[in-house]
């Protein structure tokens, strides 16, 4: 036996790598699991035509009108398996207290047990996939390398659109190059002759990172965040902590390109909850004459500082998971260009008479559809025909608005960095950050109303800070510390200005009080001028915010009370966050700093004065 055999490997016994650490792993997943074979994903067209035939024979694919969606599949999800299971998920850390208030914990040793005898002939009567992958540019000194083994052929095609994956990141991995395991099955064995359902899946769900190891084990969901593990799973919670181990940040931030009317340059890191506009944003077509925008990444951001003291971004990923409900031609053009190119993976989203896909919020008015759950759907139907969570899987390099640097190792400079929140009432359109602790104040009191991005109860309000409560790999007390350290270490002249964005504010009638969309390039265009500092700003108890005089309305057509409205600092209101920001901080506990315990003393005493 040579070291790179694999029993069960399909056509040959040979694995195309000598990497024996891989070797070693794939060997012993494989004995464990026990697949049927073996394959290695090589990412080639080739491949991408075998496994999506493959799922549309099994059920799992439709395959859509070539003529309105080419070389696209709609997937219908079991309707149990439709987001990400944040009560499932766990950081294993070996402390209890590495893990921190905000994550599910179980000791490492007993989880993996746990899920040694899950997986013990998890892959019967399956195929299981080895998917090398990369997440960021091939081209990086330091290329951050994974290999997925998964028994999902819908896993692969996926990772192929939103990695940079197959023969390229096996290269990279060379003989011995570290990497991320990341192991994932549906967990649905199939006994000898038992037929196949097209979304396998098992009722038993475990997302859990290992942080000290760098490996990922996930079991029993084909969706998103819980199977595609080069997202989530690698990009923020593992790589979280390698970043507060190293001295960088891995957050959950889209990377937009402003680019003046002068052709000056300026780039913006924004964070949101899962299904807040960042993507919208990340795509911005910009309403105000002269302004253009490109994008960089619509979710993930890595993020370090570059030999002259600024921060750079780069984008972990190759391709955009965005919610479809609410995009449309005119809330989101260039994601819907970026789909109709086709190579799209469409999940959960409704079925038209004409082979075509649909959505709340898309153009049109079909009269019948089939729906999310496979069942006959017209306008009188109660139940939504898309899924709220339901999703586009396509490849940036589509997107009519990517920024020509979008693959450049380097990264590009950060002017600024937003943070944001679905709040109806009491934040304003957009504050400025006295500094960067009270920006990072701001971040770690970030809150939102809950969106069907994850399961629980849509609508209630949950601190999120920098919107990475569902993706720290460690304790949030420790993260806002390193965010705190970051800006200590650097020189203050060259961090990015950090602001607070709220496009959801809402009137007594629960109308909303902004346009929000192609109209958000108004607030992008008063921060830019706040970075130039050729923009004005008032003085307020939680930071700059402008008056409706001081941002460009030209043009726009809305009440410009409205707008007042939308930029109000109501300190009646406010009084009444500071006790759930009290409440929050005394959750995150004894680790959170003391910069930040200070900015909210001098909150509470701006808001009495
Ligand atoms: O399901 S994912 O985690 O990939 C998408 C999201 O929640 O933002
Ligand atoms: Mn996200």
Known sequence: ??????????????????????????????????????????????????????????????????????????????????????????ICSRNEADAGPTNNWVDPTEMRATLTDLFRGAMKGRTMYVVPFCMGPLGAADPKLGVEITDSEYVVVSMRVMTRMGTAALEKLGTDRPFVKALHSVGAPLAEGQADVPWPCSDTKYITHFPEDREIISYGSGYGGNALLGKKCYSLRIASAMAHDEGWLAEHMLILKLISPENKNYY?????????????????????????????????????????????????????????????????????????????????????DNGDVWWEGLEG???????????????????????????????????????????????????????????????????????????????????????????????????????????????????????????????????????????????????????????NSRVLEWIVNRIEGAAEGESTPVGYVPTAAQINLEGLDVDSTDVDESLKVDVEEWKKEIPLIEEWFEFIGDKLPSGVRDEFEALKERLHS
Not at 380 to 397: D, F, G, I, L, V
Not at 465 to 490: Q, R
Request: with cysteine.
């Open 1 to 90: 036996m040579t070291s790179a055999t694999i029993p069960g490997l399909s056509g040959t016994d040979t694995a195309p790598t000598q990497h024996a650490d891989l070797l070693a792993w794939v060997r012993e997943v494989a004995e464990l699991t026990q697949p049927d074979r073996v394959v290695f994903a090589d990412g080639s067209d080739e491949e991408w035509d075998r496994l999506t035939s493959h799922l549309v024979t099994a059920g799992t694919f439709q395959q859509l009108n070539p003529d309105k969606k080419p070389n696209s599949f709609l997937a219908l999800s079991d309707p149990t398996d439709v987001a990400r299971v944040e009560s499932r998920t766990y």
């Open 268 to 352: 913006v890191a924004a964070a949101f909850p899962s299904a807040c506009g960042k993507t919208n944003l990340a795509m911005i077509e910009p309403t105000i004459p002269g302004w253009r925008a490109e994008t960089l990444g619509d979710d993930i951001a890595w993020m370090r500082f570059g030999d002259d003291g600024r921060l750079y971004a780069v984008n972990p990923e190759f391709g955009f998971f965005g919610v479809a409900p609410g995009t449309n031609w005119s809330s989101n053009p260039n994601a819907m260009k970026t789909v109709e190119a086709g190579n799209t993976v469409y999940t959960n989203v409704a079925l038209t």
């Open 365 to 519: 008015d079909p009269d019948h559809l089939i729906d999310w759950k496979g069942h006959d759907w017209d306008r009188e139907s109660e139940e939504k025909a898309a899924h709220p969570n339901s999703r586009y899987c396509t490849p940036m390099s589509q997107c009519p608005t990517l920024a020509p640097e979008w693959d450049d190792p380097q990264g590009v400079p950060i002017s600024a960095i937003l943070f944001g929140g679905r709040r109806k009432t009491t934040v304003p359109l957009v504050t400025e950050s006295l500094d960067w602790q009270h920006g990072v104040f701001m971040g770690a009191t970030m809150s939102s109303e809950q969106t069907a991005a994850a399961e629980g109860k849509v609508g209630s309000v949950r601190r999120d800070p920098m919107a990475m409560i569902p993706f720290l790999g460690y304790h949030v007390g420790d993260y806002v510390n390193h965010w705190i350290n970051l800006g200590k270490n650097a020189d203050a002249q060259k961090l990015p200005k950090i602001f607070y964005v709220n496009w959801f504010r809402r009137g007594d009638d629960g109308r909303f009080l902004w346009p929000g969309f192609g109209e």
